[in-house]
């Protein structure tokens, strides 16, 4: 980022926010307990979790205009670099829970001709049955609920997994405590997050919800899109989650 643009968007930022304290007449009082908050926020390791939960999903937007391809959304704070490779029709591992719905993830990565990419990376992470990430809660270990598959000639992955359920992003911290204080909640509806790399192309960050899912409507995160929310798609007592990703030039479309 040049020093002309840092400066654009920071004197932006800035004045944008005192347009924000005049309209409301903020006091001092009131400014000095902001400032408090955001050292509170600082010590509890929650600003990227804060930042993430108000604007991450503008800047998804942002990137969706510019690049063109399948929308993408908030990647949110639990991707792991270094998941498993999982062969082509293999199974990412899971514990075995008698909460356990099976699913399947499958679908194409193709260009925006729709022509199939092949040896693109999906890297797919999800919750537990119970609303945990491997790699961050509960000593679940990282290459568990995530893995990486790699496309075929044609441009397909299918792997084996189970169903995610919604989840709560911390509530006991101060951003918790904010969202709840504004009248909101804290939960994310269940998803399937994707990271979607291939040379030559803009890496797509997306997810996938459940079609009726809980707090579809109503994610704390506005990290929902509609083409995003999946029909509930049955095969042999399996879930299917498609999707058929479109990756675009990783050039700025003009
Ligand atoms: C958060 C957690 C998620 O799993 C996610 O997808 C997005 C946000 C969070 O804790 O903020
Ligand atoms: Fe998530």
Known sequence: MSNNRIHAVVSDIVNGIRQVLVRHGVTFDEYRAGVMYAVKTGEAGEIPLMLDVFLNSTVSDIENAAYGGTEGTIEGPYYLPNAPIIPNGGEI????????VPMVVRGTVKDLEGQPIAGATVDIWHSTPDGYYGGI??????????GKVLTDSEGRYFVRSTVPVPYKIPD?????????????HSWRPAHVHFKVRA?????????SYFEQGDYVEDDCCNGVRPVQVKPDVRENGEKVIENDFQLAPDVIAS
């Open 172 to 184: 006991q911290g101060p951003t918790g405590a904010l969202l709840e204080m504004m009248g909101g």
């Open 199 to 207: 040379d030559g192309y803009h890496t797509l960050t997306t997810q």
């Open 137 to 146: 809660h509960n000593d679940i270990p990282a290459n568990y609920y995530r």
């Open 93 to 100: 591992l899971t514990y075995d829970d008698d909460r356990n």
